[in-house]
């Protein structure tokens, strides 16, 4: 079992950057793939980005490209998402999510989910 814990949402106004977190916790295997995924009010959750825990592989959805960075510190057994020049079109509740198959990851059904966070951008 893996358990993930988000933070680093909050209001922020266009322009503005962002860091989220989200640390996992319980059975945190070195093979992990850890992605971000938002959903925006009335919306369908989206893929935001992904990365590999065994070599930082990363890939970001196309619409997100240039202003997001995933990045980890296994140590810690925590991914970041620095997000930049933030739109209220940004706002969402951002989630982490994990799984073995980076397969199962993207097509937006991963096993761990965390509770998320909310990011609202003001205009």
């Known amino acids: 079992q893996v358990r993930l814990v988000e933070s680093g949402g909050g209001l922020v106004q266009t322009g503005d950057s962002l860091n989220l977190s989200c640390t996992a916790s319980g059975r945190t295997y070195s093979a992990l793939v850890m992605g971000w995924f938002r959903q925006a009010p009335g919306k369908e959750r989206e893929f935001v980005a992904v990365?590999?825990?065994?070599?930082?592989?990363?890939k970001y959805a196309d619409s997100m490209k240039g202003r997001v960075t995933m990045s980890k510190d296994n140590a810690r057994n925590t991914v970041y998402l620095q997000m930049d020049g933030l739109t209220p079109e940004d706002t969402a509740v951002y989630y982490c999510?994990?799984?073995?198959?980076?397969?199962?990851?993207?097509?937006?059904?991963?096993?761990?989910w965390g509770q998320g966070t909310q990011v609202t951008v003001s205009s």
């Open positions: 999510a994990a799984d073995l198959d980076s397969r199962t990851l993207l097509r937006g059904t991963p096993t761990y």
């Open positions: 990365i590999r825990r065994s070599d930082g592989n990363t």
